[in-house]
């Protein structure tokens, strides 16, 4: 099992008592496109890039000063993607990559940005870590700022996906899945243990996983923290392009043994 602690010397009390008790699983509109070829690519998170870390002075909410001459726009090209496909996508400019970078409407520092190239860099998505053309800003400092070079076309809700939160990251065979979640509260004094089973929903867009108590939770103060462990999830189907994520909605990292 793995502790993972929200936060130390906290104590819940008034936890709910009872027998079998449940999340409801995510009402989130089934909407991903599993089957569009090639499968947008799921960015988790922000899509501005620290490569290596920040240096100097520089933060990532600064204001942007971009000193340097815009190199031209790169034809489109063949772009690995997780799916397993290699199509060519149109790329964008370095100009268009700067102008989508998220600005604070005050700020209170501002990083100068003296080079910018082509390149690649790596950026969190649904199926891992995964490297795809990305515009290169270099500041003053050193730091370097990484833009995905691809149309905002070839992702799903860019800027909007959340990773899961109580949830570590999957492994996916043909119809089974292996995902690390909650497991049950401790006992209170003088209670036999409840535990946690896996539950699961299908569509043909996502798959949900989630868990439900079976047993009594008792009413007795405890720290705020949650073990998780493994559970092995059977699936009606394989999960091929399927988006995985929480009863929150949201998104689990999936990847292959």
Partial sequence: MR??????????????SGGNT????????????????PRPIVLIGDLLQVVDGLRG???????????????????PAPVALPDGTRPTLPLIGSSDALNRMPRRTAPTTTSTLVSVEFGTAEF???????????????SE??????????????????????????????????????????AAPAPCPGDAPARNEAVVQETAGTVTVGVRTIGEVGNCARTLA??????????????GNRLLVDEQGGVIVVTRP
Avoid at 58 to 75: E, R
Avoid at 124 to 138: E, M, N
Wanted: hydrophobic content about 40%; charged content about 15%.
């Fill in 3 to 16: 502790l993972r602690v929200l936060a130390l010397a906290v104590l819940l009390t008034g936890c709910a």
């Fill in 22 to 37: 449940a999340a409801p699983l995510s009402t989130t509109p089934d909407d991903f496109p599993a089957t569009t070829a």
């Fill in 57 to 75: 002075d520089d933060k990532v909410d600064s204001g942007l000063n971009f000193t340097a001459q815009h190199p031209p726009t790169p034809q």
């Fill in 124 to 138: 969190p998505t649904d199926r891992g870590p995964w490297t795809l053309p990305a515009w290169r800003f270099t």
């Fill in 141 to 182: 400092a050193g730091s370097v700022l990484a833009w995905p070079a691809l149309e905002p076309g070839a992702f799903w809700k860019p800027g909007e996906v959340r990773p899961a939160i109580s949830t570590d990251q999957a492994t996916a065979t043909d119809r089974e899945l292996t995902v690390s979640m909650p």
């Fill in 226 to 239: 949650v073990t998780t462990q493994p559970y092995r999830v059977p699936l009606a189907a394989p999960l």
